[in-house]
């Protein structure tokens, strides 16, 4: 009889020890501090392929965009010409003294997540 208690003491141990394998211990991320490795917020977004573009005319106005790497400098005006309430042939997209053209997409610029850009007005 106490043989019996023991081996079920020790089988309801293994099942308490086993359940809580199933139950989450942590508690789930609220901030993106608390990501491993302590990676900046601006990584997140790499992995479905959206980047968040930041665009500044200097006269005040300062425009974020998110857009996917794929897109051309043109979808990326169509995207400011809507947010600005500019028409998309009047904007003209550079940085420092590189004019973007409308034809070559972002990825071959290597415009990446988090990037600032200057905007003028043709």
Partial sequence: MVWCAVV???LL???AHVA??????????KTTSQLPYD????FLHQSCGMIEIICND???????????EDDTIGDL????????GTRAEKIRVQKS?????????????????????ELYYN
């Fill in 97 to 117: 003294y590189t004019v973007y053209k409308d034809h070559i997409t972002l990825e071959d610029y290597e415009i990446h997540d988090g990037m600032n850009l």
């Fill in 20 to 29: 809580s394998y199933n139950t989450p211990t942590r508690r789930p991320l």
């Fill in 77 to 84: 005006k169509k995207l400011l010409a809507y947010v600005t």
């Fill in 8 to 10: 079920v003491g020790q």
């Fill in 58 to 68: 200097r006269l005040g106005k300062k425009v974020s965009v998110k857009c996917n």
């Fill in 13 to 15: 141990f293994q099942m």
């Fill in 39 to 42: 990676r900046p917020s601006r």
